[in-house]
C-alpha cells in the first residue's frame, strides 16, 4: 500500500525532468508485474520480460544518477 503514496511522491517532486518520464512508467510496470507474481494465483513472467524488466532497471540507476548531477550543479 505505501508503494502507490511513494508514486505519487516521485511524481510531484522528481518527474519534473523530462528523462524520468519514461523510467516512472517502467516502475509502475514493474510494480504491477510484482504485485501479480506476489499475488495471482498463477503467473508466470518470460525470460524475454525478465531482461526487458533488468534494462529498464539500469535505466532507472542511470535516469538517477543524471537527475542527482543535475541538482548537484544547481
Excluded at 1 to 15: A, D, E, N, W
Excluded at 24 to 51: G, M, P, T, W
Aim: glycine share 2%; net charge positive; charged share 30%.
Amino acid at each position: 500500500q505505501s508503494m502507490p503514496v511513494l508514486f505519487r511522491i516521485f511524481r510531484k517532486h522528481i518527474l519534473k525532468r523530462v528523462y524520468l518520464k519514461k523510467v516512472f512508467k517502467d516502475i509502475s510496470i514493474a510494480f504491477q508485474i510484482r504485485n501479480n507474481c506476489d499475488y495471482a494465483d498463477f503467473f508466470l513472467v518470460s525470460e524475454d520480460d525478465a531482461h526487458e524488466q533488468l534494462t529498464h532497471a539500469r535505466e532507472f540507476i542511470e535516469a538517477v544518477r543524471r537527475y542527482l548531477e543535475d541538482i548537484g550543479r544547481a
